[in-house]
């Protein structure tokens, strides 16, 4: 079963962003060979009029679904702004929301994420609120009419991985049909594999592949990875023990005794 985002299928379950990376030309190499169908893109980004045309212009040449972020906000004003600018300048209704509430490990104020959710959806956008793995604040969005939920795995760019699979499994089982996708703090291929296989239906990475040795190839590997993540939880893995059992029965099987 494909991704589904407000009504809007797509094939591939990895989205990827558009920042830091060494050239423009290493960003649209690696973006491709994510085999992504959904780019993230900030206006904050851009320094002038003509920076941000070029750049507008190769994410274009990507043909992607395109999904504007608010990056880099802390108040619901600057957010909802801005966000009323990206529906101008890149003409979509979608909206990645990012509201910071703390500089040290860039965690999002949940009270204000949760405001400014509901103005925009008021507003008419299809918000993707970027959030903790907080279980009570991820019901209260789903109420507010919110279709797609991004809790993170870990501080934004840290690479942990996902340091609490417990509470996104909890999430996962307490909202069956929400789409969800795990967006921060993934930084190996097998973070992506690890929540697609408990249910997740896609991830959001950026620095993982941007700040790599080698970004194509990494995109690459966790291209495979949201894959086999994805098949792993439609197979349904077994039961795990606590005890060893052989894979080989022993009924049938010869015995040889010593004869006195």
Known sequence: MSLNIYGETFTSRLL??????????????AIRASGA???TVSLRRQNSVSAGQDFWDLIKELGLRVLPNTAGCHSVKEAVTLAQMCREVFATDWIKLELIGDEYNLQPDPFALLEATKILLNDGFK???????D??????????????????????????GLLNPYALKTIRERLPDMTLIVDAGLGLPSHACQALEIGYDGVLLNSAVAGAGSPETMASAFRAAVD????????VAMPEKEVAAPSTPTLGMPFWHQSQ
């Not at 009570?136 to 109420?143: E, N, R, S, T």
Request: hydrophobic share 45%; charged share 15%.
């Open 37 to 39: 169908d959904i780019v």
């Open 16 to 29: 990827i962003g558009s920042a830091l990376y060494p050239s423009p030309a290493v960003m649209q190499s």
């Open 228 to 235: 086999a993540g994805r098949m792993s939880f439609e197979a």
């Open 135 to 160: 279980l009570v604040l991820c019901q209260k969005l789903a109420d507010s009419g919110c279709e797609v939920l991004m809790p993170w795995g870990a501080p934004i760019g840290t690479g942990k």
């Open 127 to 133: 918000v993707l609120p970027y959030c903790t793995d």
